[in-house]
């Protein structure tokens, strides 16, 4: 099998993008939870700091982009979202982001829709944030699971969240036809992207998306705490009426005036003072994207997926762990999630001897694989570690 992988690996058209990166001799399958750092990110924040903060000070806002950095990086993390330029900015939490879009999406809805759907299985900070907006606003929440989405989603629904990734079992979600069943049934859709974004390709304008979320730091490797997105369908933006009007989202934010009046474009999104180093170092990050075509991402995100469920069964004892990412390419994320009962001791060990992966409670052990710098021949080796770890082998 470590042959057929070197063989995959000397053949992979994406191999060389690892240089793009600053990485080790570890298997950091934890790329969606944490990118590896792009080289072209510590020499743009140290030319930022001395540069634009140290010696130009103030007169960066102007001069070095600082004002429009929000909208600027929205239009260069637009392509990779399938949306056209001036429908995405970058700023705040993805769940401030969801916040703002969950009861700018209520507000947007006909007041005779009373009901916000949510997807069950979703991320617990989307919850939380859905149930505050649902008290907010008047609404009644109603946890659906994904599958049931299209059925329940009626004359009262206002909108829907749903995860296009599954966090824990990677499984994905059918995002054209689960966005034409709401639209069809007069509901607004709202997309969690946060890990699908930068992990293969998405076309938010093309397929009808009302309204999307994501976070940066995961496959889009822009950093710890890294600036989220939120896209804004074109056609909803002269209505989008946010619950969170900072001065940045006014039309003239110098012009101090006591009456909020929103910018007319996606600038009305933003909140406060945009948090421009890390903005810095997620537009740098982004470099590593330079032409690079998000179908052999995706390509190569199967395969890797498929060779390491197939290490898995080649070289796990039958039955010491559980698959619960789907088979079907079709309904797979980027990652593979694999049940075991004591997955947080599992995952000790295998951080232990270099392979890095993460857990998830009760009993979930997640494996990241992130196309433009995981290799066939590491994945190979994780599974083989694993193995050795469930055979009871001893380190060496
Ligand atoms: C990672 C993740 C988040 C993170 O939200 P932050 O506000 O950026 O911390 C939210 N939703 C989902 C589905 C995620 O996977």
């Not at 993008?17 to 020499?43: H, I, W």
């Not at 006909?110 to 606003?137: G, N």
């Not at 076309?203 to 009302?210: I, K, P, Q, Y």
Request: proline share 7%; aromatic share 6%.
């Amino acid at each position: 099998m470590i042959a057929r992988a070197e063989a995959l690996d000397a053949a992979d058209p994406l191999r060389p993008l690892r240089e793009r990166f600053v990485l080790d001799d570890t298997v950091y399958l934890d790329g969606n939870s944490l990118g590896a750092l792009p080289r072209s990110v510590p020499g743009r924040m140290a030319e930022v700091v001395a540069e634009e903060w140290g010696r130009l000070r103030i007169r960066s806002w102007t001069e070095s982009g600082w004002d429009s950095a929000p909208e600027r990086v929205g239009d260069r993390l637009a392509p990779l979202l399938g949306a056209a330029p001036g429908q995405v900015v970058v700023g705040d939490s993805t769940s401030v982001n969801l916040f703002k879009l969950l009861v700018g999406a209520v507000r947007l809805a006909d007041d005779a829709r009373d009901e916000i759907l949510l997807d069950a299985e979703t991320f617990p900070t989307d919850r939380y944030v859905a149930e505050s907006a649902a008290r907010m606003t008047g609404r009644r929440l109603r946890a659906v699971p994904a599958a049931d989405l299209a059925r329940a989603a009626g004359p009262r629904t206002a909108v829907a969240l749903v995860n296009h990734v599954d966090y824990r079992v990677g499984e994905l979600r059918d995002l054209p036809a689960l966005t034409a069943a709401l639209r069809e049934a007069g509901a607004l859709s709202l997309w969690d992207l946060c890990h699908s974004a930068g992990a293969l390709p998405l076309a938010l304008d093309r397929d009808g998306v009302d309204l999307a979320v994501g976070c940066t730091y995961k496959y889009l490797n822009g950093g710890p705490g890294a600036p989220a997105f939120a896209y804004v369908r074109s056609a909803h933006l002269p209505r989008f009426d946010t619950p969170l009007p900072g001065w940045w989202g006014h039309s003239e934010p110098f012009a101090m005036s006591p009456e909020y009046a929103p910018h007319a474009g996606i600038r009305r999104l933003r909140v406060g003072s945009p948090d421009l180093l890390s903005m810095a170092a997620l537009e740098a990050a982004l470099e590593a994207w330079d032409g690079v075509e998000l179908a052999a991402v995706r390509a190569k995100s199967l395969a890797l997926t498929d060779l390491f469920l197939e290490a898995v069964d080649a070289l796990v004892e039958p039955g010491a762990v559980e698959p619960l990412t789907p088979a079907e390419h079709a309904r797979r994320g980027s990652q593979v999630s694999l049940r075991h009962a004591d997955a947080a001791g599992l995952l000790e060990r295998l951080v232990a001897r270099g392979v890095v992966a993460d857990h998830r409670p009760p009993d979930v052990l997640r494996f990241g694989f992130t196309p433009l710098y995981t290799g066939f021949t590491e994945t190979v080796r994780a599974a083989a570690t694993l193995g050795a770890l469930l055979a009871g082998e001893e380190e060496r």
